[in-house]
């Protein structure tokens, strides 16, 4: 073995014995794996839910059919899955109701903790990209805690999401799902980002930014694209069986990396097995095949 590999070797291991509260899913492998769109899975066997102390991932995390060099991060007020290769996050998973809406937003933009330090996105690594930091968990989801506003800040919660897609549609949709909270009902909600290639207002086509994380020149992903899917039901308990007795409302989007200018967020709804076509991950798997099959092949109607 090169002396550059064994020192390679050594350094991850050092990485994981420091940081042993990080909860790793995959090995770590070499850095520079480029992102490749998995193949969707097929429909799996109802799971137990992965850990039914983190009501943001009550209904299952999202399965992958590619391997990453990742780090599951559970923050109090969301739960994510953060990639090392691609400095972004790959889904981010939280549980939207009533008493998590607040007033106010104060931007502090800052390092995860959770992170190792030469994985770890700061503030001024996307000035100037021509992108903004995207909130994955919007901070007004999580505004009626000072605490857990201040975790949506976190960097490992944004991807670099063109202002005209951030600001217009992506925010509309945000706010129609809390006028829905508002109006009674609560949401599980999971997002992210796939592929590769983003557009700045200008229209300039970039595939990653070029930050210096603690020294070292690394590229941020820029996605192609953002999804998100919604699952609605009304507030109450049991949900899981609620949800097996008495379908609800499930809404996925899939909006472009680039302008939406002149568009409205509804003219981007799909249905979840387009998502998993497109990212390779199975959603809902803690449901029975027969419930799964119904809410990944709807497509929302009832937006008027």
């Not at 770590?28 to 983190?54: H, I, K, L, R, Y």
């Not at 996307?126 to 000072?146: E, I, K, L, Q, V």
């Not at 992506?170 to 980002?193: Q, S, T």
Request: charged content about 25%; hydrophobic content about 35%.
């Amino acid at each position: 073995m090169k002396l550059r590999k064994v020192l390679a070797v050594i350094l991850l291991s050092l990485v994981v014995f420091a940081f042993p509260s990080c909860d790793f899913l995959s090995g770590m492998f070499g850095g520079g794996q480029a992102w490749e769109p998995g193949t969707p899975n097929e429909p799996v066997e109802p799971q137990t839910p992965p850990d039914t102390e983190d009501g943001n991932a009550y209904l299952g995390y999202p399965t992958s059919t590619s391997g990453s060099n990742v780090q599951l991060i559970k923050h109090n007020g969301y739960t994510l899955l953060y990639s090392y290769d691609d400095l972004i996050p790959l889904w981010v998973m939280w549980h939207l109701d009533a008493d998590d809406l607040g007033t106010g937003r104060e931007d502090a933009f800052d390092e995860d903790p959770s992170v190792p330090a030469e994985y770890a996105v700061g503030y001024s690594d996307y000035t100037n990209s021509g992108f903004d930091r995207g909130h994955m968990c919007p901070n007004a989801d999580r505004s009626a805690s000072a605490a857990l506003a201040d975790e949506t800040f976190y960097m490992t919660n944004m991807v670099p999401q063109s202002p005209y897609n951030n600001q217009r549609c992506w925010k509309d949709f945000e706010e129609f799902l809390r006028g829905l909270v508002e109006a009674g009902d609560e949401i599980y909600i999971v997002a992210g980002p796939y592929g590769e290639g983003g557009y700045k207002t200008d229209g300039t086509l970039v595939h990653e930014i070029v930050a210096d994380i603690n020294g070292v020149d690394k590229g941020i992903r820029v996605p192609e694209s953002v999804w998100k899917i919604a699952l609605i039901i009304d507030e109450g308990s049991d949900d899981i069986n609620r949800i097996e007795n008495d379908i609800p409302d499930v809404i996925a989007v899939d909006m472009p990396n680039k302008s939406l200018a002149g568009t409205e967020w509804d003219d981007y709804i799909c249905s979840v097995n387009d998502i998993e076509a497109k990212t390779g991950y199975d959603f809902f798997n803690v449901f029975t095949e027969d419930t799964e099959n119904f809410l990944e092949a709807k497509e929302y109607q009832n937006f008027h």
